[in-house]
């Protein structure tokens, strides 16, 4: 650029600044109580099909899963929904990766399926616990070959090296396996975040935005054995008689 007869260069723009006045209006939907379906899992199948039909989200199984350590420190990461359930919905990883350790000390977690495309998210929050160990095998051979080796070969949340440890690893685990059949790793497993609260965000204008939430709710007075099951056979963290209550709340 010249500027009086010099060139000076332009100064970089900070991508940061401005983030307070940046803002949009949201308009692609509304979701009121009539809308909304009998039961949370119900909900979610229906927004998970319109989302899976929408080009525009890549992933719409990525959630967001937070947990806190024994001091409560909180910590967030993405990772991919692989069954849903009337119970909850199940994720797999490392039983000793950061995330793993911190369910065995604290197991209660909170998800979040992000949809922005939609202007949508959801919500869910309940105890954990891990899957039957039949449930993971399942899963685990359904898993491409190359990512069965990567859970044997990854020391998930574990200092490396460098890459060539990882890859060094790799390389002996699949020696190891040859051509033979690969079971789950003992470390590795299934998580099932057993749903009490389901929460349905559709973006509106002006930020008054829709919020309804299934909150599951024990008796009054009752004890709340976490992980009672009840004669149906669901877990039903609440205990029995426990009932779902559906409440709009404040944007």
Same mark, same amino acid.
Request: hydrophobic content about 40%; proline content about 8%.
């Given at each position: 650029m010249s500027v009086?007869?010099?060139?000076?260069?332009?100064?970089?723009?900070d991508?940061?600044?401005?983030? $307070?006045?940046?803002?949009?209006?949201?308009?692609?939907?509304?979701l009121s109580? *009539?809308?909304?379906?009998?039961?949370?899992?119900?909900?979610?199948?229906?927004?998970?099909?319109?989302a899976?039909?929408?080009?525009?989200? $890549?992933?719409?199984?990525?959630?967001?899963?937070?947990?806190?350590?024994?001091? @409560?420190?909180?910590?967030?990461?993405?990772?991919?929904?692989?069954g849903?359930?009337?119970?909850?919905?199940?994720?797999?990883?490392?039983?000793?990766?950061?995330?793993? !350790?911190?369910?065995?000390?604290?197991?209660?977690?909170?998800?979040?399926?992000?949809?922005?495309?939609?202007? %949508?998210?959801? %919500?869910?929050?309940?105890?954990?616990?891990?899957?039957?160990?039949a449930?993971?095998? !399942?899963?685990? *051979?359904? %898993?491409?070959?190359?990512?069965?080796?990567?859970?044997?070969?990854?020391?998930?949340?574990?200092?490396? $090296?460098g890459?060539?440890?990882?890859?060094?690893?790799?390389?002996?685990?699949?020696?190891?396996?040859?051509?033979a059949?690969?079971?789950?790793p003992?470390?590795?497993?299934?998580?099932r975040?057993?749903?009490?609260? *389901?929460?349905?965000?559709?973006?509106?204008?002006?930020?008054?935005?829709d919020?309804? !939430?299934?909150?599951?709710?024990?008796?009054?007075?009752?004890?709340?054995?976490?992980?009672?099951?009840n004669p149906?056979?669901?877990?039903?963290?609440? @205990?029995?008689?426990?009932?779902?209550?559906v409440e709009?709340?404040?944007?």
């Amino acid at each position: 650029m010249s500027v009086s007869g010099s060139d000076v260069d332009s100064e970089p723009v900070d991508p940061l600044a401005g983030l $307070a006045s940046t803002r949009r209006s949201y308009g692609a939907g509304e979701l009121s109580e *009539a809308q909304l379906a009998p039961t949370w899992l119900e909900q979610l199948r229906v927004w998970f099909g319109q989302a899976i039909a929408d080009d525009r989200i $890549a992933e719409p199984n990525a959630m967001q899963v937070a947990t806190a350590d024994a001091e @409560g420190r909180p910590d967030i990461r993405t990772v991919l929904a692989r069954g849903f359930d009337a119970a909850g919905v199940v994720f797999y990883t490392n039983y000793e990766s950061a995330k793993g !350790r911190q369910l065995a000390t604290n197991p209660v977690a909170a998800a979040l399926f992000s949809w922005l495309p939609l202007e %949508r998210q959801v %919500r869910l929050r309940g105890p954990v616990a891990k899957v039957d160990p039949a449930e993971t095998a !399942r899963y685990f *051979a359904s %898993r491409p070959r190359g990512a069965q080796l990567a859970a044997w070969a990854s020391p998930q949340s574990q200092p490396l $090296a460098g890459r060539t440890e990882l890859e060094r690893r790799l390389a002996e685990v699949t020696e190891r396996f040859g051509d033979a059949e690969i079971p789950p790793p003992p470390h590795w497993g299934g998580f099932r975040i057993t749903v009490t609260e *389901a929460e349905f965000w559709q973006g509106r204008e002006f930020r008054l935005h829709d919020r309804l !939430r299934y909150r599951l709710v024990a008796p009054a007075g009752a004890v709340n054995p976490a992980g009672a099951v009840n004669p149906a056979g669901a877990v039903n963290p609440a @205990g029995a008689g426990a009932r779902w209550l559906v409440e709009r709340l404040g944007p």
